[in-house]
């Protein structure tokens, strides 16, 4: 009988590296099937937790919640002077039943009432001009008086406030004063004579026209993106140009300069409504654009070293 025949035995290759790392990344992937579709098994709530990747999770920092908290602004007191000082001077010793006399008295308690009579003026208005922070809670304001007559009275009136700065009293009966000196007025930077029928006039006259007279509209007179509504309702029915004055040469010349060029005047007027005649001053910026004077600014005040200023 022939020997059976055996089939020939083939001896596996030893595993390789790579082969091993293969091995045991299919395993991971038939484990992560089975996990996947278990999780489908067990509802919605599983499989989110299945999928998710521990290492990409982000926790979100707890949120703060921060209140700004603003600093109280100690108020002025020269409102409450002022209010105590009117009722002060309207007041009498021998009438401190008057509503004046207790206003002055709830003011400033165990302040002595001006002793006076009937005939005695009582000022037409009062008026705060200083005012002095003398420590944390004490200040002293400079009332101006004024009386039906002309006469101006300067009085000062001492305050203290509470440590918030929102009540006060006032401590002592006022103090006549002298007034203020007037400050010395630096010289006007405005000395370019401008021609009273130059394009820079015009412009001017005819700008601050439309502005206080209601002729003409304010809008075209202004350079581009410049917004300024006039005067309503119009105080005045007409008004002319007295002079004008220029801090820079461009400003006297015939011909509009090129575009871009600026000027600042001033621009002094005589304006007239139902009672009379009105001199007003003016400082404004023009600017040159497409052969035409424009403004761009009208000012309201100015400095020696700046000119003319918003």
Do not use: C, N
Not at 13 to 27: D, E, F, I, K, N
Not at 63 to 92: H, K, M
Request: no cysteine; proline share 9%; hydrophobic share 45%.
């Amino acid at each position: 009988m022939p020997p059976a025949k055996h089939a020939p035995t083939e001896h596996a290759a030893p595993p390789t590296a790579a082969g091993a790392r293969l091995q045991r990344m299919r395993r991971r992937v038939r484990l992560g099937h089975l996990g996947v579709w278990g999780a489908v098994a067990a509802g919605p709530i599983a499989l989110a937790v299945a999928v998710a990747t521990p290492s990409t999770v982000v926790r979100a920092a707890p949120a703060t919640t921060s209140t700004a908290v603003t600093p109280a602004v100690p108020a002025s007191p020269a409102g409450y002077a002022t209010v105590f000082l009117q009722a002060w001077l309207r007041s009498r010793s021998e009438a401190e039943d008057t509503a004046q006399a207790r206003l002055a008295q709830s003011l400033a308690p165990g302040v002595e009432l001006p002793d006076t009579s009937d005939a005695q003026p009582e000022p037409v208005s009062v008026v705060a001009v200083r005012t002095a922070q003398q420590a944390d809670t004490a200040w002293s304001v400079t009332l101006a008086a004024q009386y039906a007559d002309g006469q101006l009275r300067y009085y000062a009136v001492p305050v203290i406030a509470d440590s918030d700065g929102a009540s006060f009293t006032a401590s002592a009966a006022p103090a006549v004063v002298a007034g203020p000196a007037p400050a010395t007025t630096a010289p006007s930077p405005y000395t370019v004579t401008v021609p009273a029928d130059g394009a820079v006039s015009s412009a001017a006259g005819e700008f601050l026209a439309a502005y206080l007279t209601g002729a003409g509209e304010v809008d075209r007179y202004l350079a581009p993106g410049v917004r300024l509504s006039p005067v309503v309702p119009a105080p005045y029915t007409s008004l002319e140009a007295r002079q004008v004055s220029a801090i820079e040469e461009a400003a006297t010349t015939e011909k509009v300069p090129a575009d871009g060029t600026k000027v600042r005047v001033l621009a002094q007027m005589e304006a007239r409504d139902h009672a009379g005649t009105w001199p007003l001053a003016y400082e404004l910026t023009l600017k040159a654009r497409s052969g035409r004077w424009e403004v761009t600014e009208l000012h309201s005040g100015r400095t020696p070293s700046e000119g003319a200023r918003r």
